[in-house]
């Protein structure tokens, strides 16, 4: 019997994207990823950058705008959304880690408090801007997920990031045929705030988005940014218990 594999056409192929002459929103823009990502969109030839943020900072440069977004807020959305008309390439950045590893131990309200972060945020703003990208040739739509969405290590954590995996992997469907380009982000650890407690090899954030604006401009749809990452996207076509060899402790 002849097994039947769906099929979903993306579309005529696009030129390929480019960050010169782009207009630019980087969410989580105070951090140490969303600052390169704002900053090498300018080197890159970007003509305007949005830095968002809940508490936007100040940037000594006229061609980056601070604009306060709340990616959890759908009024904040909305602000940005009518602030911020003339995007043509959204960086989905911002992120957070709940306060346990353990989805048996954290709380209901950090589970949901991350999901609203890592998942629901990122995809309605997504959903928000769709029409300006869609207005716009060679739009781009870079969601930063990390190996964490194919390796569950982080609990809630792990679990937001693989739902936003399957999210971008949904609206790379959808906004083919718009001419919208969607890239997501795969990472180990980056060397941030927000990695400080993890001990082993970390990625430079400049590292990280020269990776990512190489891997958009070449027209990648996917990024995956160390060995690590690799390793573990590799491993997902075996046994569950290869990737996580700890099970064999348990067993009786």
Do not use: C
Not at 6 to 18: C, F, N, Q, R, V
Not at 43 to 72: C, E, H, N, Q
Request: proline share 6%; glycine share 8%; net charge negative.
């Amino acid at each position: 019997m002849r097994s039947h594999v769906l099929h979903i056409p993306l579309g005529k192929k696009e030129p390929m994207p480019s960050l010169d002459g782009a207009v630019v929103l980087v969410t989580g823009a105070n951090g140490g990823i969303g600052t390169h990502f704002v900053q090498d969109a300018l080197a890159r030839g970007a003509v305007k950058v949005y830095a968002t943020a809940r508490s936007p900072r100040a940037w000594d440069d006229d061609r980056i705008v601070p604009l306060t977004l709340d990616i959890t807020d759908r009024a904040s959305i909305d602000a940005a959304v009518a602030a911020a008309a003339d995007v043509t390439v959204l960086v989905n950045n911002a992120g957070a880690i709940p306060p346990s590893a353990s989805l048996l131990d954290v709380t209901e309200a950090d589970i949901r408090a991350n999901m609203e972060t890592n998942f629901f945020g990122p995809v309605f703003l997504a959903r928000a801007f769709a029409p300006i990208l869609a207005a716009k040739k060679g739009s781009v739509l870079i969601d930063v997920h990390s190996v964490a969405s194919w390796y569950a290590f982080g609990g809630a954590y792990s679990a937001s990031k693989a739902a936003l995996w399957s999210a971008t992997n949904s609206l790379r469907i959808e906004f083919a045929p718009m001419g919208v380009h969607v890239t997501g982000v795969h990472m180990g650890y980056v060397d941030t705030g927000m990695a400080a407690h993890a001990d082993g090899p970390k990625m430079l954030p400049t590292q990280l988005v020269t990776t990512v604006y190489d891997a958009v401009e070449a027209g990648e749809y996917e990024v995956l940014a160390d060995e690590l990452t690799k390793g573990v996207k590799a491993a997902l076509s075996g046994p569950v218990e290869a990737l996580y060899p700890d099970l064999h402790s348990t067993d009786t």
